[in-house]
């Protein structure tokens, strides 16, 4: 007899990110559609769905995480109606524990705890890691949940490295791509944190760059800074550079721009946070598409490429993602990139599906 549970609140975290929910990767998928059949299954059982940019296991797209209390339940290969709708019948039943259809969809989530390992290189090894990584492919970010940049190498990227003062003291490293630029900063506090991939730990997954020298003021509501004297794309370095304000530590989402029509809103709504800046600032963003910098204690990714619409898909190489429902879950990192207390975050290299970081 199947065991019956106590009506608890119930969440679906549903990933759209740059794997999951993807027409790239998955052009046959109804992903859209997935999202709606799941909240029509929620409305019942005192649950709601959320989209976030992603969970972790990019190999598993499409991935859906069901939360009843403090119990999590992974499920991954979700691709189509027939699967979303047993997985929907299960959440808006009395049912303790999936149907057994839907076994092979089930997996662990990760548990960076076990996987998470700080490693020994610092200064020029450092660099030079970040050198090589460059020139071998991948995906950087840099941000928080929910407001973040990718510096996409997939392209080709032009790097090199200097040094951080006029003493020789630190390293700074820059690449620029026909979508974006990144700028990491590299001191003697400056280590990584690497993770392992769930199938096979010894294998790395990501490395998030981490220092324990100063971090980022918070900044709460907009903001105008003024001319951006650290801009990677000198000749933007006289446009004006406002920040939106996330209130955040972790990192600084901005827009750089020389549209006038675009500057007079933005001033208009000073210190308005970011939540309550009006639709029309956004949509006035979309068309004018400003150069967006992501700022964090170790650099910045700037991206030129083009903003999609609200319901457009980001373009192949360097992007942005502004999602306020996924700020407000208050992560500023993905669940399975936890990282100790006291590290300031920089940014975090994802290398090629088909193989392990360097």
């Known amino acids: ?3 019956r549970r106590a009506r608890v609140s119930t969440s679906v975290l549903v990933c759209r990110g740059c794997c999951c929910g993807s027409e790239a990767k998955h052009p046959d998928v109804d992903h859209d559609g997935h999202v709606e059949r799941l909240r029509a299954a929620t409305d019942g059982v005192n649950g709601r769905v959320m ?12 991935v859906v995480v069901v939360r009843r209390g403090t119990r999590r339940t992974w499920f991954g290969d979700l691709l189509d109606d027939e699967q979303i709708d047993r997985l929907g019948a299960w959440i808006g039943s009395d049912a303790a524990d999936p149907p057994a259809d839907l076994a092979a969809h089930r997996f662990d989530g990760p548990t960076p705890r076990a996987r998470r390992r700080l490693l020994p290189e610092r200064g020029d090894d450092l660099a030079g890691w970040c050198v090589d990584v460059l020139a071998a492919g991948g995906v950087w970010t840099m941000g928080v949940v929910g407001a973040l940049a990718e510096f996409d190498t997939g392209a080709g990227v032009d790097a090199d490295v200097r040094p951080a003062t006029p003493a020789g003291e630190g390293h700074v490293v820059e690449a ?19 993770f392992g991939q769930l199938d096979a730990p010894e294998k790395l997954a ?6 324990t020298s100063a ?3 918070a900044t709460d509501g907009l903001i105008e800074v003024g001319r951006d004297g650290g801009a990677l794309f000198e000749h933007e370095s ?3 550079l406002f920040d939106l304000g996330l209130g ?6 901005m827009i750089r721009t020389d549209d006038h029509d675009l500057i007079g809103m933005l001033r208009r709504h000073l210190g308005t946070p970011l939540a309550d800046i009006e639709t029309d600032v956004f949509t006035a963003m979309v068309e004018s598409s400003p150069t967006r910098v992501v700022r964090t204690a170790l ?14 898909e980001s373009p192949i190489g360097s992007h942005t993602h502004l999602r306020p429902p996924d700020l407000g879950l208050g992560l500023d990192l993905p669940h399975e990139l936890e990282v100790p207390a006291g590290w300031h975050l920089g940014p975090i290299h994802y290398p090629p599906s088909d193989r392990s970081a360097p």
């Open 206 to 211: 990501s490395r998030l760059l981490v220092r």
């Open 238 to 240: 006289d446009q004006t």
């Open 299 to 312: 650099g910045r990714i700037e991206v030129t490429a083009p903003i999609p619409p609200p319901d457009g």
């Open 248 to 253: 955040r530590r972790a990192a600084h989402f």
């Open 51 to 62: 989209t976030v940019d992603c969970l972790g296991p990019c190999e598993r797209s499409n």
């Open 176 to 194: 620029r791509s026909s979508t974006g630029a990144m700028r990491v900063v590299l001191d003697s506090t400056t280590r990584t944190f690497a």
């Open 215 to 217: 971090g980022l003021p």
């Open 1 to 3: 007899m199947a065991r």
